[in-house]
């Protein structure tokens, strides 16, 4: 069984030449579906290339008539990787030991350094092994990258060819912005009312098909019979994050006058990587701005996190300095409060469009927004037209944007 699926990956496999290409990094199932609507629509003009760790993504390529190419584990020389290496998620999170993490990363470079030519590496967040291997080679071998991220906004994608959060161009220079033009108070207050109304949805991610979720278990599976360079994702396979609930601690009232804060993710990467200040600390931070404003405290834990531990330490620190829980609809909390501190979440770029102070504890991207960058990051930075969670088709002008030329 090893043999065949090597013959067919072999079988498949395109040669590579110097003609310039854009390298679309694919490092999860779910990614590819984004891609592919990306590879679609510039095909005609651009020779694109899917660079993937996942078996399933290779398959799923070979399949729909795609170039692509699976990196396997081939370790090559990378002088001053530790940085690089020691700085991504993985290995700040514990996913992978250090060793590992290296094998992973040399892997990606030497796939990288392959592909000659290449005009734009795309890759997603950054902050991954995946990411610190495009920023190795942008650094050390001549290509260019870009990096992209959800917007939390319908129909807007971020993308920027330095980095996200505080690592992009934005968060560094803001006053990139002030060269955009201005947004008039009529079309932006039209988007606030799409929004406000947006926000009464659904969340998207719910509306993945089963199709979708089986072929990503599947590619973990996969990694067992084929030499796939992250096949330790199998073995995290019985212990992934899932979404711990909350205990029924919370508050029957919200009291009329009130600070909010938005816990995070614990292991997010804008805690680990772009804060000083966790959510242990930040309930801190909020109780004493609470106490000297005579207010009180709402905090709400976030829905998405995975640590049973981490949220009876937050339960204990709450308690301890008399703050109230609450599972509210986080815009209604927004809504009702005096002020939100948050460490660096979306929920302050949010609560900024509504109008509200907020105090930031991390390095955010909109730590140097008034309302007017705001409003120009919205409707002029972020890429508009695209709806990750969507299949509809991405015009050519917009994958352009997306993908940085």
């Known amino acids: 069984m090893l043999k065949i699926l090597k013959y067919l990956v072999m079988y498949f496999e395109l040669k590579w030449d110097d003609m310039s290409v854009i390298v679309l990094c694919v490092d999860s199932v779910e990614r590819y579906w984004f891609f592919l609507r990306i590879y679609r629509a510039l095909k005609n003009d651009y020779k694109i290339i899917i660079l993937t760790t996942e078996p399933m993504v290779k398959l799923l390529a070979v399949l729909a008539g795609l170039r692509s190419k699976l990196i396997t584990e081939h370790v090559v020389e990378c002088v001053g990787e530790d940085e690089y290496i020691g700085n991504s998620i993985e290995i700040i999170n514990g996913q992978f030991s250090y060793e590992q993490g290296r094998v992973y990363f040399r892997s990606i470079v030497s796939a ?20 610190r291997a495009v920023q190795y080679c942008e650094m050390n071998f001549e290509c260019h990258s870009q990096y992209l991220e959800l917007a939390n906004f319908s129909g807007r994608i971020f993308s920027d060819p330095m980095g996200v959060n505080a690592n992009s161009s934005i968060a560094k220079f803001p006053d990139i912005l002030d ?49 796939s360079v992250n096949r330790l994702s199998l073995n995290s396979l019985a212990s992934k994050r899932v979404h711990v609930s ?25 805690i680990r990587l772009h804060s000083s200040v966790d959510n ?10 609470a106490a000297d404003a005579g207010l009180s405290l709402v905090v709400k834990i976030h829905p998405a996190e995975y640590s049973e531990l981490h949220i009876a330490d937050v339960v204990e620190k709450i308690k301890s300095c008399g703050a109230v829980i609450s599972a509210l609809n986080t815009t209604d909390l927004i809504q009702g409060s005096v002020l939100v501190v948050t460490i660096n979440s979306t929920v302050g770029l949010e609560a900024m469009i509504l109008g509200k102070s907020v105090k930031v504890l991390g390095r955010a991207l ?8 705001l409003r120009k990051y919205l409707h002029g930075y972020l890429v508009s037209g695209v709806d990750y969670f969507s299949d509809e088709p991405i015009s050519f002008s917009v994958a352009k944007r997306v993908v940085g030329l």
């Open 280 to 289: 242990l600390d930040a309930i801190d931070i909020a109780a004493s701005m």
């Open 112 to 131: 990288l350094k392959k592909l000659n030519g290449c005009q734009k590496i795309v890759v997603w967040n950054g902050q991954h092994l995946f990411g």
């Open 246 to 270: 909350a205990p029924d601690i919370q508050s029957s009232s919200i009291p009329d006058q009130y600070i909010f804060l938005p816990l995070q993710v614990s292991g997010d990467t804008q």
């Open 366 to 373: 909109y730590n140097d927004f008034d309302q007017h960058r």
């Open 179 to 227: 060269g955009y033009d201005d947004v008039t108070e009529e079309f932006h207050e039209q988007w606030l009312g799409e929004y406000r109304l947006s926000k009464l949805q659904p969340i998207p991610q719910s509306k993945q098909s089963n199709l979708k979720r089986a072929l990503s278990v599947s590619n973990m599976l996969m990694k067992r019979f084929y030499p």
